[in-house]
């Protein structure tokens, strides 16, 4: 498949923007969020309004799509 382009935003209006597979974890997501900003990747917390993502499922799985932004808490 083709790669995703996901947006992640932190609270400071920092914005992330990181390549990936659909067949990535969100850990996954996670690792590459961390070697960007130089924060440890268990520390990050991703979510999309009130939804929390979980490190084990595919970003397939949630839906998420090519530029979609999630919230980097």
């Known amino acids: 498949?083709?790669?995703l382009l996901v947006i992640a935003n932190d609270r400071l209006g920092r914005k992330v923007r990181v390549k990936c597979s659909p067949q990535d974890t969100v850990g996954d997501l996670k690792k590459l969020i961390a070697a960007q900003t130089g924060n440890?990747?268990?520390k990050i917390?991703?979510?999309?309004w009130y939804t929390i993502y979980k490190d084990h499922i595919t970003l397939e799985d949630y839906e998420i799509h090519d530029g979609?932004?999630?919230e980097m808490h």
Do not use: D
């Open 45 to 48: 917390v991703l979510k999309k």
């Open 40 to 42: 440890k990747a268990e």
């Open 68 to 70: 979609m932004s999630l």
């Open 1 to 3: 498949m083709a790669p």
